[in-house]
């Protein structure tokens, strides 16, 4: 029993190690290039005041927009496109409270997704062949920038 235990736990451990690393909302902004190779496109980067605007277009046509602050953080991510990208990629760690927010929400709401939860918050619309998102962590804004600059 104790030996399976120790398997388990070693694949499991081995799993994590090898799962590609994700800029993702309050991830750090050095992965953004995992994140262009995980969505097929290229990369884009412009600096506005004291934060860095990393602008990942995929061969699919969706665009991800990720914000990192003055540490190298990524305080907000946006996106847009016939399809949205894969959330776990982009909300990153706060994949899990997005999806138990998501999940307390009434079910005929999942076309429009507005959640406010601790310091989350997450916009996201789905219609026909057109996505489009924003999510932040109010804490991590930089003094200078507003939540209205997160296009």
Same mark, same amino acid.
């Given at each position: 029993m104790k030996l399976t235990r120790i398997a388990l736990l070693s694949l499991a451990a081995g799993a994590l190690?090898?799962?590609? @690393?994700? @800029? !993702? +909302? !309050? !991830? $750090?902004? =050095?992965?953004? &290039? =995992?994140?262009?190779? &995980?969505?097929? !496109?290229?990369? /884009?980067v412009s600096t506005a005041g004291t934060f860095t605007l990393h602008?990942?277009? @995929?061969?699919s046509g969706v665009k991800v /927009?990720?914000? @990192?602050g003055s540490d190298g953080r990524v305080f907000a991510v946006a996106w847009n496109g016939p399809a949205g990208p $894969? +959330?776990? &990629?982009v909300l990153g760690s706060h994949y899990d409270q997005f999806v138990q927010a998501l999940a307390a929400q009434p079910r005929h709401s999942h076309r429009h997704v507005l959640i406010q939860q601790g310091d989350l918050v997450v916009e996201r619309t789905v219609f026909q062949r057109a996505a489009s998102g924003r999510a932040w962590t109010p804490s991590m804004l930089p003094k200078d920038f507003s939540a209205e600059q997160i296009q």
């Open positions: 190690v090898s799962l590609p @690393a994700f @800029a !993702g +909302l !309050g !991830g $750090d902004s =050095a992965s953004v &290039q =995992a994140d262009m190779v &995980q969505l097929k !496109g290229t990369v /884009r602008e990942i277009t @995929a061969n /927009r990720e914000y @990192a $894969d +959330l776990r &990629q």
